[in-house]
C-alpha cells in the first residue's frame, strides 16, 4: 500500500505576505505609524515595519539567557498589546487599555483593560528575547490574543461596559 497524503509545505514568504493583510497586523502597524512623528518611515512598507517583531531560532539562541531588555524592545511590547487594545476596539467598540509593569531584567507583567473588566492578563519573561518566528506567527499570535479578549468581554458584557 502507498501512502497518499499530500504534504503541503507553505512558503514562508507567502505565508508573511498573507498574513500582512490580517486585521491585528494592519492594527499593529497603524499603532506605530500613528507614533511615527517625523515622518521617518513614511517610506517604508509594512514588512519593513514589522521586521524588528521577527526574531529567528538562529537569533533567539544568539542571545544571552539572561539580558536587560532595551528601550526599543520594550516599546515593541508596548505596541504589541496596544494592537491588541486597537484591534478589540473595532470589534466591540469598547475601548481597551494596556498596562504594562516591567522590571529592568525582564520579567514583568501587562494587563489589558475595558471598563471594569480584566481582559487580558498576562505574566512576561525573558522580554528581552521578544520575538516571533515570522510575520505569520506574529499575526497568529495577535489574532488568537484578540480572539479571546472578545470572548471575555461576550462572557460579561455589562462589566466590561460598566
Same mark, same amino acid.
Not at 511615527?36 to 521577527?54: C, F, H, M, P, R
Not at 544568539?62 to 478589540?88: H, K, T
Not at 522580554?127 to 506567527?137: E, K, N, P, T
Given at each position: ?84 487594545? %486597537? /484591534?478589540? !476596539?473595532?470589534?466591540? @467598540?469598547?475601548? +481597551? ?11 514583568? *507583567? ?27 506567527? %506574529? /499575526?497568529? !499570535?495577535?489574532?488568537? @490574543?484578540?480572539? +479571546? ?11 466590561? *461596559?460598566?
Amino acid at each position: 500500500m502507498t501512502d497518499t497524503t499530500v504534504k503541503t509545505t507553505r512558503d514562508p514568504a507567502v505565508a508573511d505576505l498573507e498574513a500582512l493583510a490580517t486585521p491585528f497586523l494592519q492594527c499593529l502597524v497603524r499603532v506605530i505609524r500613528a507614533q511615527d512623528s517625523y515622518g521617518n518611515w513614511e517610506n517604508k512598507t509594512d514588512a519593513q515595519i514589522l521586521s524588528d517583531y521577527v526574531v529567528t531560532k538562529e537569533q533567539r539562541r544568539a542571545l544571552p539567557i539572561m539580558g536587560d531588555p532595551d528601550p526599543d524592545i520594550l516599546w515593541r511590547v508596548e505596541q504589541f498589546y496596544g494592537a491588541i487594545g %486597537l /484591534a478589540i !476596539e473595532q470589534d466591540t @467598540q469598547l475601548v +481597551a487599555s494596556p498596562m504594562m509593569k516591567m522590571h529592568h531584567e525582564g520579567f514583568g *507583567r501587562i494587563i489589558l483593560t475595558t471598563g471594569r473588566l480584566v481582559v487580558l492578563t498576562k505574566h512576561l519573561r525573558d522580554v528581552h528575547r521578544f520575538g516571533y518566528d515570522s510575520l505569520a506567527a %506574529l /499575526a497568529a !499570535e495577535g489574532t488568537k @490574543q484578540v480572539a +479571546a479578549c472578545i470572548a471575555i468581554i461576550e462572557k460579561y458584557p455589562e462589566v466590561a *461596559r460598566a
